[in-house]
């Protein structure tokens, strides 16, 4: 209806100042006519005195000194003298003639005093008048009126304003039909998109807005429908994850049950046994201690609204202190440590948690690394973005595995990583720390042939 008003209100205005202008138009027209028979019925008169021009058929003599084609056959002439009274008038008629009578009328006065007039009388009839100065041929001022029905003038205005509404109506109906269509065009793809969005707000995820177009609905649409997909891959994720967290501390929990039952079952244990089961029972607690504490430690930094530690710090020295650390993890297993600093870089970051995200991700290189492989750690920056490169030869990732690799408990060869003792939260936990520094993270790895990670991180906070 909005649409149907903004388009109908319009084409009323237009039709309004249309028929205003037309009807002015006219009225105009019969004006400008009257006006000059009037100046040349007034130089008619003007050769006869007030006197002769009381003679009843005097006037029609001078009306026909006139030319004929002036149109003054079907005007009514009124001839007033100075005292404003009717001394001729063609209307010989006895009941309607005016002669005698004295009019003191405006417009009749003011042609006394030399001032022109116009009158457009709308009764029964649409009558003109026009009243003009004049002077005898004894130099005695009256006045002349031309009197001129205009009904077919009108007459005619109604019959061009009765097929103009006709046609506006016709433009009006097609145009209801068109904002109908295209109001239809307009609203029913945003009916669907409401339909998705309630089915969504019940949790069916699996909603998807179909495209069949390439307007702005359709971008509307793709877009909606990518934020399906974010939507159900996080709800699939929160699934996983807490699978993936009853999973793993069910495993520890189970082994501390079987190994408990297994002391508190036999009557007489050896000493040797006891200390062995229970420390079994220790390093099971320790693994539950391990994850508790990664699970914590993604909490706080998935918390974005926490803040930071930023402060000053030296790149170069603390990937040093770094390789320090774990120096004795990679010679225990027999892996070469490269440090290479294209620069020193001094950046704003907090220390202690791009320091945990960093190491985490040189100690996963160290524990998939064969004897006798290398991990290299490489700092560089331009005059905006610090760079951090890691890299080892060791068993890689495949590519289908790579967007995946981030994922809180994922692994891509679940036994060996149990047999490192990972927890599968590092990588996690490191590229949530590096996204609350404003940088990010990509891998470069084929299966077989190492791993490349490559942290950007702005040196300005």
């Not at 031309?146 to 077919?152: A, C, G, I, K, N």
């Not at 904002?179 to 009916?191: C, E, K, Q």
């Not at 996690?428 to 720390?433: G, L, N, V």
């Amino acid at each position: 209806m909005s649409y149907i008003a903004l388009s109908m209100v319009p084409l009323l205005i237009f039709n309004m100042t249309i028929m205003s202008f037309i009807q002015e138009y006219f009225i105009n027209q019969e004006i400008d006519e009257l006006r000059v028979n009037a100046y040349r019925m007034s130089d008619v008169v003007t050769g006869s005195t007030f006197e002769q021009l009381q003679d009843p058929w005097a006037l029609n003599r001078l009306r026909n000194s006139v030319d004929q084609h002036s149109g003054l056959w079907d005007v009514r002439i009124i001839v007033i003298d100075n005292n404003a009274r009717v001394i001729a008038d063609s209307n010989h008629h006895v009941l309607d003639s005016l002669v005698g009578q004295t009019l003191l009328q405006t417009r009749v006065l003011n042609a006394l005093n030399g001032q022109n007039s116009n009158l457009l009388y709308r009764g029964e009839e649409y009558v003109l008048y026009r009243t003009t100065s004049i002077r005898d041929a004894n130099g005695q001022i009256g006045a002349v009126m031309l009197v001129t029905d205009v009904s077919d003038v009108f007459d005619s205005i109604a019959s061009i304003r009765t097929r103009l509404y006709l046609y506006s109506l016709a433009v009006g109906l097609l145009v209801v039909v068109l904002v109908f269509l295209t109001s239809h065009r307009l609203i029913a793809p945003l009916r669907q998109i409401v339909r998705v969005v309630q089915r969504m707000s019940i949790g069916q995820l699996n909603q998807r807005i179909p495209i069949n177009s390439r307007d702005e609905y359709s971008i509307l649409a793709r877009t909606f429908n990518n934020m399906t997909e974010k939507l159900e891959q996080v709800e699939k994720t929160r699934e996983e994850f807490v699978s993936n967290v009853s999973h793993e501390l069910k495993t520890p929990l189970t082994a501390i049950k079987v190994l408990s039952e297994s002391i508190l079952g036999q009557e007489n244990v050896p000493e040797e046994v006891s200390r062995e089961f229970m420390q079994d029972i220790s390093s099971e607690v320790d693994r539950m201690v391990n994850i508790t504490n990664d699970l914590l430690a993604l909490v706080k930094v998935d918390q974005r609204e926490q803040s930071l530690n930023i402060d000053t710090l030296d790149l170069n020295q603390m990937v040093e202190d770094i390789l320090k650390r774990l120096s004795p993890l990679a010679e225990k297993k027999k892996v070469i440590l490269i440090y290479d600093e294209a620069r020193k870089v001094r950046m704003e970051a907090d220390e202690i948690k791009l320091a945990l995200a960093i190491s985490n991700i040189v100690e996963n290189g160290i524990k998939y690394t064969p004897r006798g492989g290398t991990v290299k750690v490489a700092i560089d920056s331009d005059h905006q973005n610090a760079y951090i490169t890691i890299q080892d030869t060791g068993m890689g990732i495949p590519e289908d595995e790579q967007d995946k690799i981030f994922n809180r408990f994922y692994r891509v060869d679940k036994t060996r990583d149990r047999d490192t003792g990972g927890t599968g939260l590092g990588l996690a936990i490191s590229r949530s720390t590096i996204l609350l520094h404003n940088g990010s993270i990509r891998i470069s790895s084929r299966s077989g042939e190492g791993s490349m990670f490559i942290i950007k991180i702005p040196m300005r906070y």
